[in-house]
């Protein structure tokens, strides 16, 4: 949501100063949206397979879901998951696989719970999340090159708009007609299609692409605290060491401590 607020309030702002001084109707130029638009367009879809470009679309909506699930929120899934195998055993987590919607704490606790050993489990789960970023990143290289794309074909629009603004020129002079109006109106029209372009780059591409790097990054760090997790669980540390170690990844003001919640609570349960 605060993506596409933010998205929506910028393009608000753009508008508003457009139209100050200015109508906005003005900004307006078919064939420079044509060559920037369209430039782009070919540009990517000549640099990347088609069934790439196609599955960006799926890739654009992630970054209008929710965000990723916080780490403190699976330390604290880590450390009842081991609290109850405890209590119990690794059976009784089969109930939790059951119920989480993330599908790295399913698969790790499926591998746990039939009794896999810890080597194995590291490499199923460290394949998995390998080809994950892989195809994260080939969303996030698609919306870079756009990046680069856009301002050079609003270059190539700009040139192509001096050449014929130079040609007006030329046939104004010879015909005795005056230059200047011809100048100011070429001048404008060569401008517009930089402005298509780095507006393109800039509201568009770059922020995406940076959008989905740093969701890729915080997903890898949230499913490299799983997988640690995971193999503690199935070694059977004790649930507050398991809190500890995955702390160690967060910055001191993100840790938590769900372990002494835990242990007040059921103090609590207790009778007198």
């Known amino acids: 949501m605060a993506t596409f607020l933010a998205f929506l309030g910028g393009i608000s702002l ?18 420079a949206i044509m060559i920037v638009f369209g430039g782009t367009s070919a540009a990517i879809f000549i640099s990347f397979p088609l069934h790439h470009v196609v599955k960006v679309f799926g890739v654009l909506m992630q970054i209008f879901k929710k965000d990723v699930e916080s780490p403190g929120w699976i330390i604290g899934s880590m450390v009842r998951f081991s609290f109850k195998a405890r209590q119990q055993s690794l059976l009784s987590l089969e109930d939790d696989m059951k119920k989480t919607d993330n599908r790295f704490i399913r698969l ?7 009794g896999h050993p810890g080597p194995l489990i590291r490499d199923v789960l460290e394949t998995e999340l390998d080809f994950v970023l892989i195809r ?3 969303g996030e290289h698609v919306f870079k090159a756009g990046g680069k794309f856009a301002p ?13 603004m130079l040609l007006s020129l030329a046939a104004a002079s010879a015909s005795g007609a005056s230059t200047t109006a011809v100048l100011a109106r070429g001048m404008a029209v060569a401008l517009m299609t930089t402005f298509y372009g780095v507006l393109l780059s800039n509201l568009f591409f770059v922020p995406i692409a940076e959008k989905l790097k740093n969701r890729t990054d915080e997903e890898q760090l949230s499913t490299q605290i799983i ?3 995971i193999l ?29 919640e835990m242990m007040k609570r ?6 007198a």
């Open 136 to 138: 994260h990143r080939k």
């Open 108 to 114: 790790g606790l499926e591998m746990v719970i039939d």
């Open 14 to 31: 753009l508008l508003v100063a457009m139209s100050m001084g200015t109508q906005i109707s003005d900004f307006w130029d078919p064939a």
């Open 152 to 164: 050079a074909f609003g270059l190539t629009g700009t040139v192509i708009g001096l050449v014929q």
């Open 266 to 271: 059921q103090r609590a349960q207790q009778p």
């Open 227 to 229: 997988i640690e997790g």
């Open 232 to 260: 503690m669980l199935q070694a059977g540390v004790n649930p507050r060491i398991i809190e500890r170690k995955l702390n160690s990844f967060l910055p001191p003001d993100q840790r938590v401590s769900y372990y002494n």
